[in-house]
Each structure stands twice: as structure tokens, then as C-alpha cells.
């Protein structure tokens, strides 16, 4: 219905699309979805393949590098990742981080800091060199491993700080044997059972990339203009913050929260249905079919619940949801299903994070997308500002300005 097109002139062709909802921004070989059969692949591979048989640490090699890593080319991508030359934390980055009240959202501090390390960086940012830096192809690759290796870090310490927690960020016990998310509990100083790595290595998996969604589209929005990678991810972090985005998570388990039981679902969902509510974690701009992520998630979810020993009352609350609201003609008639964010909060709930955390475990994932995508944009040879087009509503005008006393 809103998508118009104009011929402006006869070489001129624009088109309103609210949302880009039909508009093919930019070329990528990193993702493909197909939303109406809910199939989800990273360079060919099915999503539900590599969470079966390949590590967060593999995808991302996959993202950035094109292939699956043999294992001598993990060993050395890990260890790049981890050398203390990607992953250490400037002082003054720190010193960012503390200064936030311990109050804040762990969001905009993990905003700051990236913000940070871009400042603190000149020879990877190409406004405090002089220079295009990411011409040459060893300062990008070392721009890429200074931003992958340190997410982990500063998202530990960000989580420290709002958690009260003396600062710390690079734990000594950090070998480079550690999978990605052994060795980001072991940052957090949180407990590293072997269920729950294994659970959060796979939700990281599953959030690491998922082509032109609003974040990825802001990072290479930013790129287009030139800036340096790390405003670039702080951009993107900025845009996963949204309730509509990575705040979904966050979303659902406060909805789940305020529903509080079974018997509230049909008042809750009538509500939905009345336009005075979203239901959170459903619904998908590119997914008319169940979300393949969410499969997964649902079924990793009963392993931690297990762990944690007793079961989660809300549990019980988002199963029964989920099931009316697949039985109801309102979400049947639109195609909306569960996306990945509807059992995720419920797992990092159970692993003892707070709601207001969980952005920050998606912008930890989702960072891999990003670098790989900004790596991609930077090769891309159609590759221009950002500049879209308006449709201008106002007054054309020309209005005289009346001087200031004679104005009503
Ligand atoms: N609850 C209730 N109604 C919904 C929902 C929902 N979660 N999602 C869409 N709808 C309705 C819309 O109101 C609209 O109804 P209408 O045709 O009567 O006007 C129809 O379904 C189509 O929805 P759109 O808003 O056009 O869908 P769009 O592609 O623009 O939005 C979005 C997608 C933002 C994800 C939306 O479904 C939503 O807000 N979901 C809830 C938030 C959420 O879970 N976000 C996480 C997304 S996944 C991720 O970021 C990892």
C-alpha cells in the first residue's frame, strides 16, 4: 500500500518505502534468509547445522573469513583474539566505564566504551590518523581483531561495574583454550558450569549475524560516511538498544513478568489484540514462518532450566503464551511466530543475568556481524554515503521573515 514510485525526471526514479521495507540497500554474500520457509544460513551452511557442530569462534571465522577454520587456523584465531594486544583494555577506556553511576544501563556504558576505543586508537581510526588506514589491509585486519577481541572484555566489565563488582577486565585465568564463552564467564566472574557455557556459546551462535536488520544497517550507514569502525559499532550498539530490536529480549521477560500467570494470558492477549500492547519476542520483518533460532533456543532453555534445579515459574507463563497465540486467527492472519527473543530472557534469566544485561550478550554476538559486514562494505565497489531521500510534506515557501517584534 505505501510503496510509491516517483518518476521524478526520466533518469530519475524514487521510491517511498517506510521502514526499507522493500528496498535492497546493499549487496552481501555473508547471510541469506528465507522468511517464508523460516530458513536461516551463514554462507551456505543451515543455522541449525553450525549450532550443532561448530562454535561461536567458528561462525565467526566463517562471517569474517569466508570458511569454516581447520583446526590449526581456530587455534590461531582464538589466540589472535585473546593476545593481550586485541583484548587488553586501555586505562582510559576504563576509566569511562567508572565513571557511569553504577545506576546506569549497561547499554549506553558499552555505547561509551566503544566510543572510547575509538579515541584511544589512532592508528585504527582513519579521523585520528589522517588517513584512510583501512586502505592497508594489515591495519584493517588488526582494526577487526581490536574490536572482536575486546567486546568480550569490556562487556565484562561493564556488566562489573552496574553490578556493583570491583572492576576487573581481563581475568589472569583466561587461557587460550577457552571457548568464547567459557572465557567470557570466566571475565564476568560468574559461574562457568559446563551447561551453561555450552548454552550461552549457542545464543551467541545463534545471535551473530542476521543480514540487514537494524543494527547491521546502522553500522554500514555509519561506515558509508567513513568513520572509524569503533563509532561504527557504538552506532550499532546504539540501534540494538531499541525495545523493537535487541531490547526485545529484555521486553519479553518484563511482559512475561507483568502477565505473571496462565490464567492472565486471554486479558494480556486481548490487549495485544486492541493495540495497546505489542507481544513481545513475536513477530519478524523478514520471518512469515517460525523463526528457526527460536527452535533451538526453546530446546537448549530445558537443559539450563534443569541445571538451575527448579523450574522457572514464567516458564510455564511463555509455553502457555506462545500456544495462544499460535491457535489465535489475530498473530495466524499476520504470520507472526515466535522470533528468537521470546526464550532467550528466560535462559539468561536462569544463568543469573538481569534483564537490563541482555541487550549487552546480543551486542556481544551480534558485534561479529557487524565487523564482518563492515569488512564486506569496505570491499564492496558500489559502495557510497548513505544518503536517502525525503518526501517533503511542509511548506515550500518562499516566507518572508518578518523581523522579531512583528512576529505572532
Ligand atoms: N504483537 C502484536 N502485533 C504485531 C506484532 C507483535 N509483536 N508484530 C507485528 N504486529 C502486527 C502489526 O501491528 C501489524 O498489524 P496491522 O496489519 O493490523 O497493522 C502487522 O502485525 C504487521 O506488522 P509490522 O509492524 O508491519 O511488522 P514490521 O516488519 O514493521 O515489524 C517487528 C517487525 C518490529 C519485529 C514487530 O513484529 C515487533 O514489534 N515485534 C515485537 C518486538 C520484537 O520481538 N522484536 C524483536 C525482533 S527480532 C530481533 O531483533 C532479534
Same mark, same amino acid.
Given at each position: 500500500g505505501?510503496?510509491s514510485?516517483?518518476?521524478?525526471t =526520466?533518469h530519475?526514479?524514487?521510491?517511498?518505502?517506510?521502514?526499507?521495507?522493500?528496498?535492497?540497500?546493499?549487496?552481501?554474500?555473508?547471510?541469506?534468509?528465507?522468511?517464508? $520457509?523460516?530458513?536461516?544460513r551463514h554462507?551456505?551452511?543451515?543455522i541449525?547445522?553450525l549450532?550443532a557442530?561448530?562454535?561461536?569462534? +567458528?561462525?565467526?571465522?566463517?562471517?569474517?573469513?569466508?570458511?569454516?577454520?581447520?583446526?590449526?587456523?581456530?587455534?590461531?584465531?582464538?589466540?589472535?583474539?585473546?593476545a593481550?594486544s $586485541?583484548?587488553?583494555?586501555?586505562?582510559?577506556?576504563?576509566?569511562?566505564?567508572?565513571?557511569?553511576?553504577?545506576s546506569?544501563?549497561?547499554?549506553?556504558v558499552?555505547?561509551?566504551?566503544?566510543?572510547?576505543?575509538?579515541?584511544?586508537?589512532?592508528?585504527?581510526?582513519?579521523?585520528?590518523a589522517?588517513a584512510?588506514?583501512?586502505?592497508?589491509?594489515?591495519?584493517?585486519?588488526?582494526?577487526?581483531?581490536?574490536?572482536?577481541?575486546s567486546?568480550?572484555?569490556?562487556?565484562?566489565?561493564?556488566? *562489573?561495574?552496574?553490578?556493583?563488582?570491583?572492576p576487573?577486565?581481563?581475568?589472569p $585465568?583466561c587461557?587460550?583454550?577457552?571457548?568464547?564463552?567459557?572465557?567470557?564467564?570466566?571475565?564476568?566472574?560468574?559461574?562457568?558450569h559446563p551447561?551453561?557455557?555450552?548454552?550461552?556459546?549457542?545464543?551467541?551462535?545463534?545471535? %551473530?549475524d542476521h543480514?540487514?536488520?537494524?543494527s547491521?544497517? &546502522?553500522?554500514?550507514?555509519? &561506515?558509508?560516511?567513513?568513520?572509524d569502525?569503533?563509532?561504527?559499532?557504538?552506532g550499532?550498539?546504539?540501534?540494538?538498544?531499541?525495545?523493537?530490536h535487541?531490547?526485545a &529480549?529484555?521486553g519479553?521477560l518484563?511482559?512475561?513478568?507483568?502477565?505473571?500467570s496462565?490464567?492472565?494470558?486471554?486479558?494480556?492477549?486481548a490487549?495485544?489484540?486492541?493495540?495497546?500492547?505489542?507481544?513481545?519476542g513475536?513477530?519478524h520483518?523478514?520471518?512469515?514462518?517460525?523463526?528457526?533460532r527460536?527452535?533451538?533456543?526453546?530446546?537448549?532453555?530445558h537443559?539450563?532450566?534443569?541445571?538451575?534445579?527448579?523450574?522457572?515459574?514464567?516458564?510455564?507463563?511463555?509455553? %502457555?503464551?506462545?500456544?495462544?497465540?499460535?491457535?489465535?486467527?489475530?498473530?495466524?492472519?499476520?504470520?507472526l511466530?515466535?522470533?528468537c527473543?521470546?526464550?532467550?530472557?528466560?535462559?539468561?534469566?536462569?544463568?543469573?543475568?538481569? =534483564?537490563?544485561?541482555?541487550p549487552v550478550?546480543?551486542?556481544? %554476538?551480534?558485534?561479529?556481524?557487524?565487523?564482518?559486514h563492515?569488512?564486506?562494505?569496505? +570491499?564492496?565497489p558500489?559502495?557510497?554515503i548513505a *544518503? =536517502?531521500?525525503?518526501r517533503?510534506?511542509?511548506?515550500?515557501?518562499?516566507r518572508?521573515v518578518?523581523?522579531?517584534d512583528?512576529?505572532e
Amino acid at each position: 500500500g505505501v510503496l510509491s514510485a516517483t518518476a521524478l525526471t =526520466p533518469h530519475k526514479l524514487r521510491v517511498y518505502d517506510p521502514g526499507y521495507a522493500h528496498t535492497l540497500a546493499y549487496t552481501s554474500a555473508i547471510t541469506s534468509i528465507d522468511g517464508a $520457509a523460516g530458513h536461516l544460513r551463514h554462507r551456505g551452511y543451515p543455522i541449525e547445522s553450525l549450532a550443532a557442530n561448530a562454535s561461536y569462534l +567458528d561462525l565467526l571465522h566463517l562471517l569474517l573469513y569466508g570458511s569454516l577454520p581447520t583446526r590449526a587456523q581456530l587455534t590461531r584465531f582464538r589466540r589472535a583474539l585473546y593476545a593481550p594486544s $586485541a583484548s587488553l583494555v586501555h586505562a582510559d577506556v576504563r576509566a569511562v566505564v567508572s565513571a557511569f553511576p553504577r545506576s546506569s544501563h549497561p547499554m549506553p556504558v558499552l555505547m561509551a566504551a566503544l566510543s572510547a576505543l575509538g579515541a584511544v586508537s589512532p592508528a585504527l581510526n582513519p579521523s585520528l590518523a589522517g588517513a584512510n588506514v583501512y586502505a592497508c589491509p594489515r591495519a584493517r585486519a588488526r582494526a577487526q581483531l581490536k574490536a572482536l577481541g575486546s567486546m568480550a572484555p569490556l562487556c565484562a566489565g561493564v556488566f *562489573r561495574h552496574v553490578s556493583g563488582l570491583a572492576p576487573a577486565f581481563l581475568a589472569p $585465568a583466561c587461557g587460550d583454550d577457552l571457548t568464547f564463552a567459557e572465557r567470557f564467564l570466566h571475565l564476568l566472574g560468574a559461574d562457568a558450569h559446563p551447561v551453561f557455557a555450552r548454552a550461552l556459546e549457542l545464543l551467541l551462535l545463534l545471535h %551473530a549475524d542476521h543480514e540487514q536488520n537494524c543494527s547491521t544497517a &546502522t553500522v554500514r550507514q555509519l &561506515t558509508s560516511s567513513g568513520v572509524d569502525l569503533f563509532s561504527a559499532l557504538s552506532g550499532g550498539v546504539a540501534a540494538l538498544y531499541g525495545p523493537l530490536h535487541g531490547g526485545a &529480549t529484555e521486553g519479553v521477560l518484563r511482559m512475561l513478568q507483568r502477565i505473571g500467570s496462565v490464567e492472565r494470558i486471554p486479558q494480556f492477549l486481548a490487549r495485544v489484540k486492541g493495540k495497546q500492547e505489542k507481544l513481545m519476542g513475536f513477530g519478524h520483518r523478514v520471518y512469515r514462518n517460525y523463526d528457526p533460532r527460536a527452535r533451538i533456543i526453546r530446546d537448549v532453555a530445558h537443559q539450563v532450566f534443569a541445571r538451575v534445579g527448579s523450574e522457572e515459574p514464567l516458564v510455564e507463563v511463555a509455553v %502457555a503464551l506462545e500456544r495462544a497465540a499460535l491457535e489465535d486467527e489475530f498473530f495466524a492472519s499476520r504470520k507472526l511466530f515466535p522470533n528468537c527473543d521470546f526464550y532467550s530472557g528466560l535462559v539468561y534469566k536462569a544463568m543469573g543475568f538481569e =534483564p537490563g544485561y541482555f541487550p549487552v550478550l546480543f551486542a556481544l %554476538a551480534r558485534c561479529g556481524g557487524w565487523v564482518a559486514h563492515w569488512n564486506e562494505f569496505l +570491499d564492496d565497489p558500489d559502495r557510497r554515503i548513505a *544518503r =536517502p531521500h525525503q518526501r517533503f510534506v511542509g511548506e515550500v515557501g518562499p516566507r518572508e521573515v518578518p523581523p522579531v517584534d512583528e512576529r505572532e
